[in-house]
């Protein structure tokens, strides 16, 4: 069954330090692989998207990272701030058919000051 | 940016009741995508559409129905609403034919509660 597990489920750093989120999948065939941030009470805004040879995507703060044969990938935060305190989700799309996207549960940080 | 929006932040229904919950994109995309998303799961695809009058099942079709009468809105239909519909409901829409889906954007959501 293709599936996407995030680790850990929450966090809370202190502003400032660096954090990095984990993401592993089972999916097959597959196409991509997207990061979200998602805010409370709002949908999930789009950070990154990797293909399968893209090994590394920044976005600011944010990089991510992947490794498509071990089936894993890692979301970087760098000098964390108070905004950047929300859910994070992992998305891995299948190839073929309708491209499916498969979500992860999220890992839910919290920031303080 | 494309903007995809949903007329109803907040919901408060009664069990039984009819509820339309409307998502409207401005970038004439061509795929449009309910799901829900409650806590500890991830998003789960309730329905989809890959173009007008077009709709197909998602992973949790039951007890759901949709319209896409034009390109840019896709309505999401709770036929008689009951307490375990109460979740956030977001929307989303993309571009790309054939199955292909290209710049996935999201509504801020809407959060149902069924009492």
């Not at chain 1, 498509?68 to 073929?96: M, N, P």
């Amino acid at each position: 069954k293709n599936q996407v597990e995030q680790s850990p489920q929450s966090l809370i750093i202190l502003e400032g330090k660096n954090c990095t989120l984990q993401c592993n999948y089972t999916v097959s065939p597959f196409s991509n692989l997207r990061w979200y941030k998602q805010d409370t009470g709002r949908g999930p805004v789009s950070l990154t998207i990797m293909t399968f040879s893209e090994n590394t995507k920044s976005n600011g703060r944010y990089t991510a990272t992947l490794d498509a044969d071990t089936k894993q990938s890692s979301l970087h935060i760098t000098a964390s701030q108070l905004s950047d305190s929300a859910s994070y989700i992992c998305v891995v799309s299948e190839t073929g058919g309708y491209n499916k996207l498969i979500f992860g549960a999220g890992t839910r940080l919290a920031v303080h000051p | 940016d494309v903007k995809v929006t949903q007329s109803s932040r907040y919901l408060v229904k009664r069990t039984g009741e009819k509820v339309f919950l409307e998502c409207v994109q401005d970038m004439d995309h061509e795929n449009m995508f309910w799901y829900r998303q409650d806590p500890g799961l991830g998003l789960r695809l309730i329905y989809f559409s890959y173009d007008v009058k077009m709709k197909e099942k998602g992973d949790i079709p039951e007890g759901y129905s949709v319209s896409r009468e034009k390109k840019e809105r896709f309505s999401l239909i709770l036929e008689s609403a009951s307490t375990n519909q109460t979740s956030m409901y977001l929307c989303a829409s993309s571009w790309g034919s054939g199955g292909v889906n290209y710049g996935y954007t999201f509504g801020s959501g809407t959060r149902l509660t069924v009492v």
